[in-house]
């Protein structure tokens, strides 16, 4: 008896631990859908026939959302959001888009933005994928210096404020 009870306790426990993960999901995602934009800046990349554009939305808590799209010259037009924080000058973002018209295959890559100026420079980092999640490698420099993409300061279009 004492062996089909203590299986029987440990499924229980693991069943209520997922549980509790699924709730603060929610509650996660509950919290970014209404906390309040308190700044919202755009900006423009334009290197050779590459355009970038770029709409950061500042939260309540500092993290940072918006959007950008990507019209990169012999590709397929990039068009998603971007979700991060800044660390120092640095900007951390995961950026999740759809490739084309279709919206078929969505990829997400990390990105790090240097806040120097009135830009932001588009570093060349390493990245790593473990497990289908790609993330910039802590241990190894990120170059600010070589880059193709600075955006610039540029005027919002109409009603995306």
């Given at each position: 008896?004492?062996?089909?009870?203590?299986?029987?306790?440990?499924?229980?426990?693991?069943g209520?631990?997922?549980?509790k993960?699924?709730?603060t999901?929610?509650?996660?995602a509950?919290?970014?859908v209404?906390?309040?934009?308190?700044?919202?800046?755009?900006?423009?990349a334009?290197?050779?026939?590459?355009t970038?554009?770029?709409?950061?939305?500042?939260?309540?808590?500092?993290?940072v959302?918006?959007?950008?799209?990507?019209?990169?010259?012999?590709a397929?037009?990039?068009?998603?959001?971007?979700?991060?924080?800044?660390?120092?000058?640095?900007?951390?973002?995961?950026?999740?888009?759809?490739e084309g018209?279709e919206g078929k295959n969505t990829?997400?890559?990390?990105?790090?933005?240097?806040?120097k100026?009135?830009?932001?420079?588009?570093?060349?980092?390493?990245?790593?994928?473990?497990?289908?999640?790609?993330?910039?490698v802590k241990?190894q420099p990120?170059?600010?210096d070589?880059?193709?993409?600075?955006?610039?300061?540029?005027?919002?279009?109409?009603g995306?404020?």
């Amino acid at each position: 008896m004492k062996n089909v009870i203590i299986p029987c306790l440990l499924l229980a426990c693991v069943g209520l631990q997922s549980c509790k993960k699924e709730e603060t999901k929610k509650e996660d995602a509950a919290q970014t859908v209404t906390e309040k934009i308190v700044n919202v800046e755009c900006y423009k990349a334009i290197y050779e026939k590459d355009t970038l554009d770029l709409k950061l939305n500042t939260l309540e808590s500092g993290k940072v959302s918006g959007d950008m799209v990507m019209k990169v010259a012999n590709a397929q037009e990039k068009m998603g959001t971007v979700k991060g924080e800044f660390h120092g000058d640095t900007l951390f973002v995961d950026y999740t888009f759809v490739e084309g018209k279709e919206g078929k295959n969505t990829f997400k890559n990390p990105m790090a933005l240097l806040k120097k100026d009135k830009q932001l420079i588009v570093g060349n980092g390493t990245i790593q994928t473990t497990m289908g999640v790609s993330y910039l490698v802590k241990d190894q420099p990120i170059d600010f210096d070589r880059v193709k993409y600075k955006f610039s300061a540029a005027d919002c279009p109409e009603g995306s404020k």
